[in-house]
């Protein structure tokens, strides 16, 4: 096998395959990228049996072939060497050098017939849509992911297509996050995906300008576009009926700057530790005040807002309200309350872009 490419273009490559590369695993086979050199191009793939990530890079290849190197190890070559373009060639005993220049490694690579082969999904076309706008629902709920794997469904998020829209549920028993976008769909589907997947999809994806094609089958979702493809495993087991837990109305509004929150909250933020985690008291009545004490000390702060309905305080973890305010990407953001101990619901002040539930915690002393 030997080839001739471009060093940026291959550094970028690697990199974009290397987080399917599994890390301290019991098959050192998985820790490395397969390349295959074919007529024009080098396919490059990683897989760690959970997810696939494939892409290809123009080459000129003067002797086709395939292996196997230390996804590390290759990455750092050639990050390293100097020169504009690397010229790689390998023998049928794996010796392996890697030119750049008058910089030359030699190297061995793994027998690329023991790389496993790639799960064959078989899946059927279920919608494209545009990268800009899977990133931002990807990007919007990815954050409430349960990082819990005693309730290994929600690990992932739900996604839900029908023919007219598509809808991204993520949850970790503490928050929720939705979001809906009017799509045309070619069939209907209901499926889990791991976190780590829609990760991949939004840094790899969604700086295309190419729309991504979806397809998924009981077992496996494939997302596609003209420079990866991304394969991934569907985690089995039943998603909350998060619709039972949405209230229905609320009777206390609060429309406020997403800063102005976010900014009074980090500072209130300054005494709450891992060790010390109280929980911070919000009453909203003409204003917004936020109160903590903990045995660092107490703080009040106080911002202003649009309140309508009954004054109420409602007790919150201060990082999953804050996560809440950042993700909404909104100047303004909505809270509807519907009593201190009720789930508050943060909207944008207009549309329906997305929304968020936030559980109160009780206070201590109640």
Known sequence: MKFICDRTTLSNAISGVSKAVATHSNMPILETILFHAEQGRIVLTAYDLEIAITTNIPA?????????????LIGDMVRRLPSDDIEVE????????????ITQYNLTSMNPMDYPILPDPGADEAVEIESETLKEMIDTTLFAVSVDDKKPA????????????LTIVALDGYRLAIVERPVTATREIKIIIPSKTM???????????????????????????????????????????????????????????????????????????????????????NTVTIRCQTPLGSV????????????????FNNRYLM????????????????????????????????????????????
Do not use: W
């Open 60 to 72: 000129i290849v003067s002797n086709p072939g395939e292996l196997a190197l230390s996804a590390k």
């Open 90 to 101: 390998s023998n049928e005993d794996l010796s392996v050098s890697v030119k750049g220049g």
């Open 154 to 165: 929600h690990t992932g998020e739900l996604f839900v297509l029908n023919s007219t829209s």
């Open 199 to 285: 990760g991949e999809v939004s840094r790899l994806m969604g700086e295309s300008e190419e729309k991504v094609l979806i397809c998924a089958n009981r077992r496996f979702v494939v997302f596609r576009n003209e420079e990866y493809t991304i394969t991934s495993r569907l985690i089995d087991g039943e998603y909350l009926d998060y619709s039972r837990v949405i209230p229905a109305g609320c009777t206390t509004t609060v429309t406020v700057s997403t800063n102005a929150f976010l900014n009074s909250i980090d500072r209130a933020s300054l005494i709450i530790t891992e060790r010390l985690k109280n929980p911070l008291r919000i009453r909203f009545d």
């Open 300 to 315: 009040q702060d106080e911002i202003p807002a649009t309140i309508e309905g009954q004054a109420v305080e409602v007790g």
């Open 323 to 366: 996560d809440a305010l950042r993700y909404s990407g909104k100047d303004e953001v909505t809270l509807q309350i519907s009593g201190p101990l009720a789930p508050v619901k943060v909207v944008p002040t207009e549309g329906n872009d997305f929304m968020f539930l936030v559980l109160p915690l009780r206070f201590k002393n109640e």
